[in-house]
C-alpha cells in the first residue's frame, strides 16, 4: 500500500497538473499513418520490456529484488497518459533512473541512439491510440498546461 501511495505521489510529482477550465479541452485527432508506424517500432523496441499488448510487466507496481520498479504498461491501465509529450519524448530519448533504483544501469534505457524524433512521435502516437478518451484528453490538458522552468519562482 505504502509502495502504491509513493508511486502515485512520485508520478504526480513528476507531471504538472493541468488547469481547469470550464470549457473542456478537446481531445486530439490521432493521425491513423502515425499511429500504424508506431505499431512496429513500439513491438522492435519496447514490447521485450512493456508487452506486446502495452500490458506492461507483472507486478509492475511493487520493486523488484533489485530495488527497480519493473516496466510499467502503455496501455489504459499504466500512467503514461499522466505525462505530458514533452516529458515522454525526454524518457525516451534520454532514459530514465526510476526513485528506486540504487545500480549504475538506469531503469529503462536511453534510445536517443536508435529512434529518429519521427520515430519517437509515432510510438508516443501509438500508445496513445490504447488510451480512453478521458485520459487522452487529460494528457492533451497536459500538453497545453505550461511547464515551469528552473528559473521560475514557486
Not at 499504466?78 to 544501469?105: C, S, V, Y
Request: hydrophobic content about 30%; aromatic content about 6%.
Amino acid at each position: 500500500m505504502a509502495v502504491t501511495l509513493l508511486l502515485v505521489a512520485g508520478c504526480a510529482a513528476g507531471s504538472p497538473t493541468p488547469t481547469r477550465t470550464s470549457t473542456p479541452v478537446p481531445i486530439p485527432t490521432l493521425d491513423p499513418g502515425q499511429v500504424a508506424r508506431g505499431g512496429p517500432v513500439y513491438l522492435q523496441y519496447c514490447a521485450r520490456c512493456h508487452g506486446a499488448n502495452a500490458q506492461g510487466a507483472p507486478s509492475w507496481q511493487q520493486p523488484d529484488a533489485r530495488g527497480d520498479l519493473p516496466p510499467p504498461p502503455h496501455d489504459d491501465t499504466g500512467h503514461t497518459w499522466r505525462h505530458g509529450d514533452a516529458q515522454l519524448k525526454e524518457i525516451i530519448r534520454g532514459g530514465m533512473r526510476g526513485p528506486f533504483n540504487k545500480t549504475p544501469e538506469l531503469t529503462m534505457p536511453s534510445f536517443k541512439d536508435q529512434l529518429t524524433d519521427e520515430e519517437i512521435d509515432a510510438v508516443i502516437a501509438y500508445f496513445k491510440s490504447l488510451w480512453s478518451p478521458e485520459h487522452r484528453q487529460y494528457q492533451q490538458a497536459l500538453n497545453l498546461t505550461p511547464t515551469p522552468t528552473a528559473g521560475d519562482a514557486p
